[in-house]
């Protein structure tokens, strides 16, 4: 059983369009990262969020913490193929150092 | 060095070898984490290193796996009589006082 819920798990939009992840969980989380994993590579790290309620964009990306810290959402405007890849959530409990990811999301953009 | 460096990037070998997967994390990096990713299961945590030492070995899925960490830098991950269901991608990440970790490219461990 997954700590972390990604949805949905694979996702294929066309150029130009909009998309939405989510990461669900029951857990409360003192902080929660997004990656992303391009084949064969290892994940790199997009954005970490720790306040509830908190939102950042990052150009084109857009990252929501829950107010409960326990979900978050990556919204993607205007996705290009380079926005091509598998994205990952990673949630910091408050007594553990180590984090729990979730499946992750494959994201396609088709030219 | 400027990134997470593993090695071998993939490895073949054959069911009952041992196998050494090593780990070169950024330079300064205290803390050192093993995950293994297999197809549609995310990432599963196996070990977590403070320094040169383990404090967290309960992703360890059997007694076949064993890792040290040597001058609080390199990081070896052995596993021995190795199973087929031990094939999957194993990462290796460093992270400083809290921050996101910086994930290697991995090492692709196919048993046959």
């Known amino acids: 059983t997954q700590l972390l819920e990604q949805s949905p798990q694979f996702l294929s939009i066309q150029e130009g369009e909009n998309l939405t992840v989510y990461c669900n969980s029951s857990?409360?989380?003192?902080?929660l990262q997004w990656y992303r994993q391009e084949p064969g590579e290892g994940p790199v790290l997009l954005v970490t969020v720790v306040t509830g309620g908190e939102v950042k964009k990052l150009k084109r990306l857009t990252f929501q913490f829950g107010d409960a810290r326990k979900d978050s959402s990556l919204h993607i405007t205007a996705a290009q193929p380079g926005d091509t890849g598998l994205y990952l959530c990673a949630g910091g409990p408050w007594d553990d150092y180590k984090l729990s990811f979730g499946a992750g999301t494959t994201v396609t953009v088709r030219a | 060095g400027a990134g997470v460096s593993q090695s071998p990037s993939n490895k073949v070998t054959e069911k009952g070898k041992d196998v050494e997967l090593r780990c070169d994390p950024i330079?300064?990096?205290?803390?050192l984490y093993w995950y293994r990713q297999s197809l549609g299961q995310g990432l599963e945590f196996l070990i977590y290193f403070q320094g040169n030492s383990a404090p967290d070995k309960s992703g360890l899925p059997s007694d076949r796996f064993s890792a040290e960490r040597t001058g609080g830098s390199v990081s070896t991950l052995t596993i021995q009589r190795t199973q087929q269901e031990d094939s999957a991608v194993y990462l290796c990440?460093?992270?400083?006082?809290?921050?996101?970790?910086?994930f290697g490219s991995g090492t692709r461990l196919t048993v046959v």
């Open positions: 330079s300064g990096h205290t803390a």
């Open positions: 990440a460093s992270s400083h006082q809290d921050r996101g970790y910086t």
């Open positions: 857990s409360v989380f003192s902080s």
